[in-house]
């Protein structure tokens, strides 16, 4: 109470601008406050007053309160997620709560999970998506609740390490996409909404660890990029999405997957912000012909796969800067004849017109150089004749052309800025 009046005193002496402002945001604050503490207050009610919150981790959904219309009555439940303040009970639990006819809200169903943690929230048709996580284990869980006549319970239990939702067979619904190890294998289950089915399916690839995912636009749906660190080191990815109700994935059935073998740290995802997601193989760049992995400047071959064809494409060419976070895809009449070095003391990346003959980089002409700082730290680079390419929160991108306009070479002012992509 004290602060709101401060508020309103600090208000009165900054004219009438402010007040109109304020007035709004006084009449609208409380409102949602009340509705929250009653909410609040009505899982204090059922659960006990030696609960904590749990907050999910990952995912659309971070509040430990979420509305979702579970009964499909028309209006929004909320799920209030908490565990008990107890040595014997660690698991999460779920209270469902709802209005009553008197306007007042009270627990309806209370569930339970199956973690310490909850990972994730999502919802599928009508159905509730909970991922739990636990120390103790590698795997998480999902559970997938659903109300039906009454009551709510759990249709779906299956463990996973990596879940994605997205429109896996182009029907224009969404499915989850649920991955996990299986032996040495991968497996990947896409559940559809409202059928309790799963379209199950078993990789062969030897999987030391499940390294990540991404999903982007393949067609007239969506795919999962799977990036899967096998025994042997390095990384592979699997493309996997539902097809005549089946789960497929064309690159081991087709016998691409080797191609899509590199180091690790190069995952696949949408580099370029077109929608759909690119898997970064790697070469060495020209200039570079004897490979020491560590010790050369790699290019980056940006590959897709074409589904109507059953091959992997070279969809861009790029030097992809995983330390500072940015990917120039190169264009083509630099191939063959540009070479990059970087200055391993300032970050600088410079690129030259490659001259076998010149032999050594310090011989070569330099078209462009590229650096990156923390945000406030740029001002050497701005001394030195960089102009500022791109900024985000935390860092700066600075860009300086080293050729004379004559050196067809130069990247124009439009390539610059339509190349040069932010990688985060
Ligand atoms: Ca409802
Ligand atoms: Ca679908
Ligand atoms: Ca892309």
């Known amino acids: 109470m004290k602060k709101a009046v401060l508020i309103i005193l600090c208000l009165a002496l900054t004219g009438c601008q402010a007040i109109t402002f304020s007035v709004d945001s006084l009449l609208n604050a409380p409102t949602i406050a009340d509705e929250q503490s009653a909410i609040y207050s009505a899982l204090l009610e059922s659960a006990g007053r030696g609960i904590t919150l749990e907050y999910p981790r990952n995912g659309d ?9 579970i009964d499909g009555d028309g209006s929004d439940e ?3 997620f908490y565990s008990v303040n107890s040595v014997s009970e660690s698991n999460v639990k779920i209270s469902v709560l709802d209005r009553g006819s008197d306007g007042g809200w009270r627990s309806m169903y209370e569930l339970a999970g199956a973690g310490t943690s909850v990972e994730r929230v999502m919802f599928l048709g009508g159905d509730v998506v909970v991922g739990f996580s636990s120390q103790d284990y590698e795997e998480n869980t999902v559970r997938i609740y659903r109300c039906s006549e009454g009551s709510v319970y759990s249709v779906h239990e299956n463990s996973y390490t990596l879940m994605e939702k997205a429109d896996f067979d182009g029907d224009g619904g969404e499915e989850i996409a649920v991955v996990k190890r299986s032996g040495s294998g991968v497996e990947v289950d896409i559940i559809k909404p409202g059928e309790d089915f799963v379209y199950p399916l078993a990789l062969e690839t030897g999987a030391a660890a499940i390294s990540g995912c991404a999903v982007g636009r393949l067609g007239p749906r969506s795919a999962l990029y799977l990036d899967i660190a096998p025994e042997a080191g390095g990384l592979l990815t699997e493309i996997v999405y539902l097809e005549n109700g089946a789960v497929v994935h064309p690159l081991s059935q087709n016998g691409l997957l080797s191609q899509t073998q ?7 995802r949408d580099y370029d912000g077109d929608g759909e997601v690119e898997i970064p193989t790697v070469v060495p760049f020209a200039g570079h012909p004897n490979p020491v992995w560590g010790e050369i400047e790699l290019m980056t071959r ?16 790029a030097y992809y800067n995983i330390a500072d976070g940015y990917l120039l895809t190169i264009p083509g009449r630099w191939l063959n004849i540009v070479t990059v070095s970087k200055d391993s003391s300032t970050g600088e990346v410079t690129f030259y017109r490659y001259d076998p003959e010149a032999g050594i980089i310090e011989n070569m002409s330099p078209i462009v150089s590229f650096a990156a700082a923390d945000s406030s730290g740029g001002e050497a680079y701005r001394n030195a004749g960089y102009s500022t390419l791109a900024e985000t929160e935390r860092t700066a991108y600075y860009v300086k052309t080293l050729a004379g306009a004559d050196e067809p070479l130069v990247l124009t002012k439009d390539e610059i800025r339509d190349n040069f992509h932010i990688i985060e």
């Open 61 to 69: 959904y971070r509040s430990a309160f979420v509305a979702f219309d």
């Open 78 to 80: 909320t799920l209030a």
């Open 302 to 317: 940006l590959i897709s796969f074409d589904p109507g064809e059953g091959v992997l494409l070279v969809k861009a060419n």
């Open 262 to 268: 590199r180091l690790v740290g190069y995952s696949s």
